[in-house]
Nanobody
Framework: VQLQASGGGLVQTGGSLMLSCVVDGRVFAVVTMTWYRQAPGHQRELVASIDMSLGRTTIADSVKGRFAISRDNAKNTMTLQMNSLKPEDTAVYYC???????????????WGQGTQVTVSS
């Protein structure tokens, strides 16, 4: 099982980007999917998270009103729509999922590769 993240890039202030993350491989259940980010010299922080079953979302205050997270359960995919981007959104964005690979397995954390988002001023 792997998480495949995509969609980063370079954009000007005020622009938009969309990040996607897909759970690649057969799994029993995807519990949550989350985007974290880490800027140079800063700790990794939660950006947005979604409960794959209930659809409940958690959005960081710093991006509330600008970012939206959504899911496609049939494809085990999560999307982060980022609008009104600011230079302070510049970071490496990491996809995370808590999932159960098998029916008898435990819920475990999986991480995707980071994708760079750069917002120029």
């Amino acid at each position: 099982v792997q998480l495949q993240a995509s969609g980063g890039g370079l954009v000007q202030t005020g622009g938009s980007l969309m990040l996607s993350c897909v759970v690649d491989g057969r799994v029993f259940a995807v519990v949550t999917m989350t985007w974290y980010r880490q800027a140079p010299g800063h700790q990794r922080e939660l950006v947005a998270s979604i409960d794959m079953s209930l659809g409940r979302t958690t959005i960081a205050d710093s991006v509330k009103g600008r970012f939206a997270i959504s899911r496609d359960n049939a494809k085990n995919t999560m999307t982060l729509q980022m609008n009104s981007l600011k230079p302070e959104d510049t970071a490496v964005y990491y996809c995370n999922s808590k999932l159960r690979a098998t029916a008898k397995g435990r819920t475990e954390n999986y991480w995707g590769q980071g994708t760079q988002v750069t917002v120029s001023s």
